[in-house]
């Protein structure tokens, strides 16, 4: 009977989908090129793959946003 709690939370955890900081991960790790094969078959796992679609909008846009205003700044100092 013990074992039935941690079953019940493994069961929820796992129909609930990845959390946002796995997304985080794996869309940071999958952008630089060094995501290893145990996590992207996890990933793949998931039920959904909306999650790493919006985290990889997210941070393709995060990443323009950035380098734009990096050269905003340096054109600003000449």
């Known amino acids: ?5 941690d ?11 990845p959390s946002v900081l796995k997304v985080m991960q794996s869309v940071a790790a999958g952008a ?6 145990k996590r ?7 039920h959904s793959p909306l999650p790493y679609i919006i985290g990889g909008l997210l941070f ?4 323009i ?3 734009v205003l990096i ?8």
Request: hydrophobic share 35%.
């Open 7 to 17: 079953t019940e939370k493994t069961k929820n955890k796992k129909s609930r989908g």
């Open 71 to 78: 050269v905003q700044v340096v054109l600003s100092g000449q």
């Open 40 to 46: 992207q078959e996890e990933d793949f796992a998931s």
């Open 1 to 5: 009977m013990a074992n039935a709690p």
């Open 32 to 37: 630089l090129g060094v995501q290893s094969n």
């Open 65 to 67: 946003g950035t380098l």
């Open 60 to 63: 393709t846009a995060l990443f």
